[in-house]
């Protein structure tokens, strides 16, 4: 794939490559609460899984993951709406303990893609291999979690200089390790005190922990694959984005993906009738407690001319 850009003057897509031991830390925070997931099942076959840690998996999935969904993508990607300094950096925080990389690194990623969307310079299209089954097929494996093993490292300067360039965001993205610690460790501390039990705590850490980072991962990551390849194209755009409904209550409301590809700037992606936007209805309430401001909310006329060209 290439890492830079034709046109005259511009930045190059990526900035630097990892090295070895930043490869080696990678890895490991993408496959162990891997591993944990397909030990799930049989685990949960008589040994450890109890209604606290359902309780706990539940609560930390459902904060990292509008971390991610509110925080790291509509608002910090898209600026779908707008906010003061709290809110924004809880969101940056939020996002963070999903396990899914740095807000600066996230943002400059999604960026990058809705740039190069399908094309080539698209971190993570499953279309940049070709249309036959071998091709599709590894490119399903690249856009799901393939691409995040690779070494080069998106250019923060020209994707996210907003970013960069905010002094609070900056500390959050540097205290990246903090905020991974905490979404293991919190887990398992409230398993431990709220059983008052050192088994409790064990318990918690695995399901609350490393099973409910590696759930949330697929998830998210499901977007990135399936969701460019399988679903309904209701609106025009420019790449193969579809809207995947089986994922719409697990994802926040992140695979009506043809919806946000038409419009990405809207702080609501189900936007037709019985389309679930969890994700959207907690913006509409930070707008009604009046800590989000300018909220882009979808327009029935750029709806009506984005289905005509789809037609």
Same mark, same amino acid.
């Given at each position: 794939m290439?890492?830079?850009?034709?046109?005259?003057? @511009?930045?190059?897509?990526? !900035?630097?490559?990892r !090295?070895? $031991?930043?490869?080696? *830390?990678?890895?490991? /925070?993408?496959?162990?609460?891997?591993?944990?997931?397909?030990?799930a099942?049989?685990?949960?076959?008589?040994?450890?899984?109890?209604?606290?840690?359902?309780?706990?998996?539940?609560?930390?999935?459902?904060?990292a993951?509008?971390? *991610?969904?509110?925080?790291?993508?509509?608002?910090?990607?898209?600026?779908?709406?707008?906010?003061?300094?709290?809110?924004?950096?809880?969101?940056?925080?939020?996002? !963070?303990?999903?396990v899914?990389?740095?807000?600066?690194?996230?943002?400059?990623?999604?960026?990058?893609?809705? @740039?190069? +969307?399908?094309?080539?310079?698209?971190?993570?299209?499953?279309?940049?291999?070709?249309?036959?089954?071998? +091709?599709?097929?590894?490119?399903?494996?690249h856009?799901?979690?393939?691409?995040?093993?690779?070494?080069? #490292?998106?250019?923060?300067?020209? /994707?996210? =200089?907003?970013?960069?360039?905010?002094?609070?965001?900056? *500390?959050?993205?540097?205290?990246?390790?903090?905020?991974?610690?905490?979404?293991?460790?919190? =887990?398992?501390?409230?398993?431990?005190?709220?059983?008052?039990?050192?088994?409790?705590?064990?318990t918690?850490?695995?399901?609350?922990g490393l #099973?409910?980072?590696?759930?949330?991962?697929?998830?998210?990551w499901s977007?990135n694959?399936?969701?460019?390849?399988? $679903?309904d194209?209701?609106? @025009?755009?420019?790449?193969k984005?579809?809207?995947?409904?089986?994922?719409?209550?697990? !994802?926040?409301?992140?695979?009506?993906?043809?919806?946000?590809?038409?419009?990405?700037?809207?702080?609501?992606?189900? #936007?037709?009738?019985?389309?679930?936007?969890?994700?959207?209805?907690?913006?509409?309430?930070?707008?009604?407690?009046?800590?989000a401001?300018?909220?882009?909310?979808?327009?029935?006329?750029?709806?009506? @001319?984005?289905?005509?060209?789809?037609?």
């Amino acid at each position: 794939m290439s890492t830079t850009d034709v046109r005259a003057g @511009a930045k190059p897509l990526v !900035s630097h490559s990892r !090295s070895t $031991g930043q490869m080696i *830390v990678l890895k490991a /925070f993408l496959l162990i609460p891997f591993a944990a997931l397909v030990l799930a099942l049989p685990l949960a076959w008589g040994w450890g899984l109890n209604w606290l840690d359902l309780v706990l998996a539940a609560v930390f999935y459902v904060v990292a993951t509008l971390g *991610v969904t509110v925080g790291y993508h509509r608002y910090f990607t898209h600026g779908a709406f707008k906010s003061g300094r709290v809110l924004r950096v809880a969101l940056a925080i939020a996002g !963070s303990m999903a396990v899914q990389g740095s807000v600066i690194f996230w943002v400059a990623s999604h960026r990058r893609h809705h @740039a190069f +969307a399908d094309r080539e310079g698209d971190p993570h299209s499953p279309w940049l291999f070709g249309t036959s089954p071998m +091709a599709l097929t590894r490119g399903f494996w690249h856009a799901h979690m393939g691409w995040m093993f690779q070494r080069e #490292v998106t250019n923060y300067d020209r /994707f996210a =200089p907003d970013l960069v360039a905010d002094n609070d965001l900056r *500390v959050v993205n540097r205290y990246f390790w903090l905020w991974i610690t905490l979404s293991l460790a919190l =887990p398992a501390l409230l398993g431990g005190l709220l059983s008052w039990s050192w088994w409790g705590a064990v318990t918690a850490f695995f399901w609350a922990g490393l #099973v409910r980072i590696a759930f949330l991962h697929h998830v998210t990551w499901s977007v990135n694959s399936i969701c460019h390849m399988v $679903g309904d194209r209701p609106f @025009a755009s420019r790449d193969k984005a579809a809207n995947f409904w089986p994922l719409a209550i697990l !994802s926040m409301g992140e695979s009506w993906h043809n919806s946000h590809h038409a419009d990405p700037t809207c702080a609501r992606h189900g #936007v037709l009738r019985g389309q679930v936007d969890v994700s959207a209805r907690v913006i509409w309430m930070f707008e009604k407690l009046r800590w989000a401001r300018d909220v882009r909310w979808p327009r029935a006329e750029r709806l009506a @001319a984005k289905r005509a060209k789809a037609a």
